[in-house]
């Protein structure tokens, strides 16, 4: 049978496909998993040119009218679980999309049964920004489409005069994967600074580099300190409790305040068994985003006081995340938020077990720092060849794997470094997907051992 689960982040993935040895006369087809509550397959309507969602094959289309928008149609099969994929002919291609909350109940807010509310004028999706405010500790929250924007619209919230200096990490992802949006549309000067390995910045030369422009004419004035927790470039390393708070105090003595990109904050939060509001206690602004970890097919939030979320709203608006109707894309952030330490701490326990099998592989192309693993990524140091042929390998199956394992196993990876690939796992990554896939290492490392040797 060919299954396929997958894990999705901004930079990489792991995507599973098995199969057993040829001999069945039907195949289970599955390809892309969606996010949670994200469980239709989009068709375009005849009728000028409009979406709908309509489940696969002839499961039925039961809509509702939306009481303000006669026209618009919303459909009730959003948010709802699918049954297991269908059986189709060996061989036969499928679009079928495999759930990725197969096997729950139904939610009472499942995006069929939300209110979508309208985010112009009246705050959008507020269930979900009431739910998140109280679990992060904060006065408010804002819902908007990505963490780009949730961590752009604090940054110009804390850093209203252009010129204004901002120090984070020089890996941080908003220093590296957000092109520069601080400068290019805030004019926020960002002043990045050496990540140690544990994701941290080293306190003495923060102090030294807040402390240069006070008072001075020369140099630009620092108004924002961004930290990153989890840190993905670190491999999903957690920022101590005490190394937050320090950062806080001095941020506070020097009249700088403090931003969290917590994209995956709440896998910070599970891996230090502490709730989310502990971490967040020590900054002034946060971010989350539900399209990571969570598993929502889209969205994330910006957290902090009331004044600080009005402003917000604002910059919002300005920067194009106004969405009407954005209670459908809440509902599947609910979703997420409904079971997030159960799931979180699956995905890592998953991401320690690979990282201790790949271990005792004890092979010298392949390592890993088993230390360095605390939530769900794992870094793999790549020696002896680049990682884009690594991944290659991984992906690629033949007869010769089939016959020695009994079965095909495809891995799809993402090359991280120069020498090195990140794992990142997620909701629909299981235990069994995790032996598979290491399975499929130890096959392609004795593969290119026995090419070395050879």
């Known amino acids: 049978m060919i299954i396929a689960a997958a894990v999705r982040s901004k ?4 995507a599973l496909t098995h199969s057993q040895a040829p001999g069945s006369a039907l195949n289970t087809v599955g390809q892309g ?5 994200h469980s239709a397959v989009e068709e375009t309507e005849a009728r000028g040119g409009r979406k709908a969602c309509a489940k696969p094959h002839s499961w039925p289309i039961s809509r509702r009218v939306h009481p303000a ?4 149609q919303l459909p009730a099969c959003l948010g709802t679980v699918l049954p297991e994929p269908a059986l189709v002919p060996a061989g036969t291609e ?3 999309q495999l759930p990725a909350c197969r096997g729950r109940s139904r939610r009472p807010w499942s995006t069929a049964e939300v209110e979508v509310g309208e985010a112009v004028p009246t705050l959008a ?4 920004q009431e739910k998140a405010a109280t679990l992060l500790g904060v006065d408010r929250t804002l819902f908007v489409p990505t963490n780009t924007m949730a961590n752009l619209i604090s940054v110009m919230c804390h850093c209203q005069r252009r010129g204004s200096q901002l120090l984070l990490g020089q890996e941080s992802h908003l220093h590296v994967y957000e092109q520069g949006g601080v400068a290019q549309i805030a004019g926020v000067h960002s002043h990045p600074l050496p990540d140690l390995p544990h994701g941290t910045l080293d306190l003495l030369e923060l102090e030294r580099t807040v402390t240069r422009g006070l008072g001075s004419p020369y140099h630009p004035v620092c108004e924002l300190i961004c930290l990153e927790n989890t840190h993905s470039s670190s491999g999903g390393r957690v920022l101590p409790i005490d190394y ?3 950062v806080r105090l001095l941020a506070q003595s020097c009249g700088v305040r403090v931003h969290l990109d917590g994209a995956r904050l709440m896998n910070a939060a599970v891996a230090l068994h502490v709730p989310p509001a502990r971490i967040v206690e020590h900054c ?3 971010s989350l985003c539900f399209s990571k970890g969570l598993g929502a097919p889209v969205g994330a939030l910006v957290g902090g006081p009331k004044d600080f979320i009005e402003g917000a709203w604002r910059l919002r608006k300005a920067l194009g995340g106004g969405m009407r109707q954005a209670g459908v894309l809440a509902a599947a952030a609910l979703v997420g938020l409904a079971d997030v330490e159960e799931v979180l701490l699956r995905d890592h326990q998953n991401a320690r077990r690979f990282a201790q099998g790949l271990q005792e592989l004890a092979s010298p192309i392949c390592s890993v720092d088993l230390a360095a693993v605390e939530t769900n990524m794992v870094m793999v140091t ?9 991944c290659r390998r991984l992906q690629a199956v033949s007869a010769d794997e089939v016959a020695q394992t009994g079965r095909a196993v495809r891995v799809l990876l993402f090359p991280w470094t120069g020498r090195s690939v990140r794992a990142v796992w997620h909701r629909d990554v299981s235990a069994r997907d995790t032996e598979l896939a290491l399975r499929k290492w130890g096959f392609v490392l004795k593969q290119l051992g026995a090419l070395r040797t050879g």
Do not use: T
């Not at 928008?69 to 618009?72: D, G, S």
């Open 11 to 14: 930079h990489s993935h792991i």
């Open 33 to 37: 998993l969606p996010k949670a509550a």
């Open 69 to 72: 928008k006669p026209e618009l």
């Open 94 to 96: 499928s679009e079928l």
């Open 125 to 128: 999706a507020p269930e979900l």
């Open 244 to 246: 937050l708070r320090q």
């Open 284 to 286: 002034d602004s946060v």
């Open 382 to 390: 790549v020696d002896g060849l680049p990682p884009q042929e690594l």
